[in-house]
């Protein structure tokens, strides 16, 4: 048996090895220097992305809890318009802005006679005081005015219109909508305390509305769908979003909810949250400020459930899912790098301790035991943060099944009225991986070391982790003193 774990495991570890070094050109997920600090909107240059300007390219933000950082793909330098790209309209309402005062919108590609619509939020955490929106508008003025906004985006992965980066949705009409509130898309005030609009919940509604016309009133299925700060947003909106088309459509349409890295599981303890958890705290005291800041609106059925002051709870996905109508798929790395942070865990691969490595450990079985009773769900045991609208995210397997693989079969159970956890017969779409370590998905996406910013991969860091802890005369605790002694054994 325990011959047979090895050898597993070592198959498994050379797989790894072959599989990053053949991807370690292709993804970059380098995660910015060490000296990023969790609640400052600090943004820095996108590794991946290209400068945003004039001849249509969108840059993406590399910061805390943020954005897709492959959120789209850049337009070639002349100014040619693909049929592929998505146009910029504003809304209709002048009420519905960003936080300065500019017209919000959306970007659009039309699909005539398909009556399958995805509404995608972008991500890029928040502000919630004077400071920390003062500083996100000098640094990163996009998420707060559509001023700068180029006039087409083009969609990446689920957001493709290319049948190989996208075999299932390539052909939906497709609504982006950037993200220019800061308020995680609950916001509903036009002027605040501090000067600034937040009307996040608004927007949404307002998009929506405007979309009448282009016939999303005779659409069948609409995906609200996020990644990050708007998976978080699609958590929140998503039956409010349902109770407006019912409204417009006369119940034709069935909206459903596609979360993206947009689910962080909250303080263990509720009632007080535990500060000794400074970073946790911080988080928590930020969102707090945030909703009194914004006039967040939070689903109904959630406030219920908590005292005056206590709605904040909300935020966090497994407070909230339990209370939530519209079916709903969960795309979550188990080793999402902002839940880590915001837990005050900074993934730096080579000088990581045993401690940290146990402290990710319990982190990645708390977030899997809160996936445990989510239908629908496909959670990779990797580092990482966002997946849906990077341009190789038909490379990533839980238990052989990529992830456009599951939500097709998640739509299917949908259509057939069937919602067992299996799903349909060979056609599964709750995939959370059962391997023991962080990162021991043979598809994760390659490793940056965060000060070289060179690949790495995950036998590396084990192999390290050892020699660190030998140098110290430390003995690895847990899972990772099996690891390396089966490691060892194994030559
Ligand atoms: C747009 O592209 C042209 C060359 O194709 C370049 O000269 C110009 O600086 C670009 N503009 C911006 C704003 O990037
Ligand atoms: C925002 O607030 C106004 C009242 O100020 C209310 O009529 C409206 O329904 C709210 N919008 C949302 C989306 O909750
Ligand atoms: C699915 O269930 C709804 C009611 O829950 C029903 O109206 C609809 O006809 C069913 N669809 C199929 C394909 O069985």
Same mark, same amino acid.
């Given at each position: 048996?325990?011959?047979?774990? +090895? #050898?597993?495991?070592? /198959? =498994?570890?050379?797989? *790894?090895?072959?599989?990053?070094?053949?991807? %370690?050109?292709?993804?970059?997920?380098?995660?910015?220097?060490?000296?990023?600090?969790?609640?400052?909107?600090?943004?820095?240059?996108?590794?991946?992305?290209?400068?945003?300007?004039?001849?249509?390219?969108?840059?993406?933000?590399?910061?805390?809890?943020?954005?897709?950082?492959?959120?789209?793909?850049?337009?070639?330098?002349?100014?040619?318009?693909?049929?592929?790209?998505?146009?910029?309209?504003?809304?209709?309402?002048?009420?519905?802005?960003?936080?300065?005062?500019?017209?919000?919108?959306?970007?659009?590609?039309?699909?005539?006679?398909?009556?399958?619509?995805?509404?995608?939020?972008?991500?890029?955490?928040?502000?919630?005081?004077?400071?920390?929106?003062?500083?996100?508008? +000098? #640094?990163?003025?996009? /998420? =707060?005015?559509?001023? *700068?906004?180029?006039?087409?985006?083009?969609? %990446?992965?689920?957001?493709?219109?290319?049948?190989?980066?996208?075999?299932?949705?390539?052909?939906?009409?497709?609504?982006?909508?950037?993200?220019?509130?800061?308020?995680?898309?609950?916001?509903?005030?036009?002027?605040?305390?501090?000067?600034?609009?937040?009307?996040?919940?608004?927007?949404?509604?307002?998009?929506?509305?405007?979309?009448?016309?282009?016939?999303?009133?005779?659409?069948?299925?609409?995906?609200?769908?996020?990644?990050?700060?708007?998976?978080?947003?699609?958590?929140?909106?998503?039956?409010?979003?349902?109770?407006?088309?019912?409204?417009?459509?006369?119940?034709?349409?069935?909206?459903?909810?596609?979360?993206?890295?947009?689910?962080?599981?909250?303080?263990?303890?509720?009632?007080?949250?535990?500060?000794?958890?400074?970073?946790?705290?911080?988080?928590?005291?930020?969102?707090?400020?945030?909703?009194?800041?914004?006039?967040?609106?939070?689903?109904?059925?959630?406030?219920?459930?908590?005292?005056?002051?206590?709605?904040?709870?909300?935020?966090?996905?497994?407070?909230?899912?339990?209370?939530?109508?519209?079916?709903?798929?969960?795309?979550?790395?188990?080793?999402?790098?902002?839940?880590?942070?915001?837990?005050?865990?900074?993934?730096?691969?080579?000088?990581?301790?045993?401690?940290?490595?146990?402290?990710?450990?319990?982190?990645?079985?708390?977030?899997?035991?809160?996936?445990?009773?989510?239908?629908?769900?496909?959670?990779?045991?990797?580092?990482?943060?966002?997946?849906?609208?990077?341009?190789?995210?038909?490379?990533?397997?839980?238990?052989?099944?990529?992830?456009?693989?599951?939500?097709?079969?998640?739509?299917?159970?949908?259509?057939?009225?069937?919602?067992?956890?299996?799903?349909?017969?060979?056609?599964?779409?709750?995939?959370?991986?059962?391997?023991?370590?962080?990162?021991?998905?043979?598809?994760?996406?390659?490793?940056?070391?965060?000060?070289?910013?060179?690949?790495?991969?995950?036998?590396?860091?084990?192999?390290?982790?050892?020699?660190?802890?030998?140098?110290?005369?430390?003995?690895?605790?847990?899972?990772?003193?099996?690891?390396?002694?089966?490691?060892?054994?194994?030559?």
């Amino acid at each position: 048996m325990m011959r047979m774990l +090895k #050898s597993l495991l070592i /198959l =498994m570890m050379v797989n *790894e090895v072959l599989s990053q070094n053949k991807r %370690a050109n292709k993804v970059n997920l380098k995660v910015p220097a060490r000296n990023r600090k969790l609640l400052q909107p600090k943004v820095e240059e996108d590794p991946v992305g290209v400068k945003e300007g004039l001849n249509g390219t969108v840059s993406s933000l590399a910061h805390p809890l943020v954005a897709p950082r492959v959120s789209t793909t850049s337009v070639p330098q002349h100014n040619i318009k693909y049929p592929e790209d998505m146009k910029l309209h504003f809304l209709k309402n002048t009420m519905a802005t960003c936080n300065d005062g500019t017209l919000a919108g959306y970007y659009l590609r039309e699909s005539k006679g398909n009556k399958r619509w995805i509404l995608f939020l972008e991500g890029g955490w928040c502000c919630y005081s004077k400071e920390t929106c003062d500083v996100r508008y +000098k #640094s990163a003025k996009r /998420l =707060m005015s559509s001023s *700068e906004w180029p006039t087409t985006r083009r969609g %990446a992965g689920i957001l493709s219109a290319r049948q190989d980066e996208n075999p299932h949705w390539w052909n939906l009409n497709v609504v982006f909508v950037p993200y220019c509130s800061s308020d995680l898309w609950s916001g509903n005030v036009s002027k605040s305390q501090n000067g600034y609009a937040f009307l996040g919940s608004v927007i949404i509604q307002e998009v929506i509305r405007d979309l009448v016309p282009k016939g999303i009133k005779q659409a069948k299925v609409v995906i609200l769908a996020g990644s990050s700060a708007g998976g978080a947003g699609v958590l929140m909106n998503i039956d409010s979003v349902a109770s407006l088309m019912e409204e417009l459509t006369a119940d034709t349409a069935q909206v459903r909810g596609l979360v993206d890295s947009g689910w962080f599981i909250g303080p263990k303890n509720t009632k007080q949250p535990d500060c000794s958890d400074a970073t946790m705290c911080a988080v928590t005291d930020a969102i707090k400020k945030g909703l009194k800041l914004w006039n967040g609106v939070l689903p109904e059925k959630c406030k219920e459930q908590y005292n005056r002051g206590d709605e904040w709870q909300c935020f966090y996905g497994p407070k909230l899912y339990k209370t939530m109508k519209s079916p709903i798929f969960l795309v979550q790395w188990l080793y999402d790098e902002e839940q880590l942070r915001m837990e005050n865990i900074q993934p730096e691969f080579r000088s990581m301790t045993a401690n940290q490595w146990n402290n990710i450990e319990n982190i990645g079985r708390e977030l899997k035991k809160s996936l445990r009773d989510v239908p629908a769900v496909f959670a990779p045991a990797c580092f990482s943060h966002t997946l849906i609208t990077k341009s190789n995210w038909l490379e990533f397997q839980v238990k052989g099944v990529s992830l456009p693989r599951a939500l097709h079969c998640w739509e299917k159970s949908l259509q057939d009225n069937r919602s067992s956890r299996t799903g349909i017969r060979g056609c599964p779409y709750h995939l959370i991986d059962n391997c023991q370590w962080p990162h021991c998905n043979p598809t994760c996406p390659a490793l940056h070391d965060h000060v070289s910013g060179q690949a790495m991969n995950i036998l590396q860091l084990v192999l390290q982790l050892g020699m660190e802890n030998q140098k110290k005369g430390l003995e690895p605790k847990g899972d990772l003193s099996q690891l390396m002694a089966m490691l060892r054994n194994g030559g």
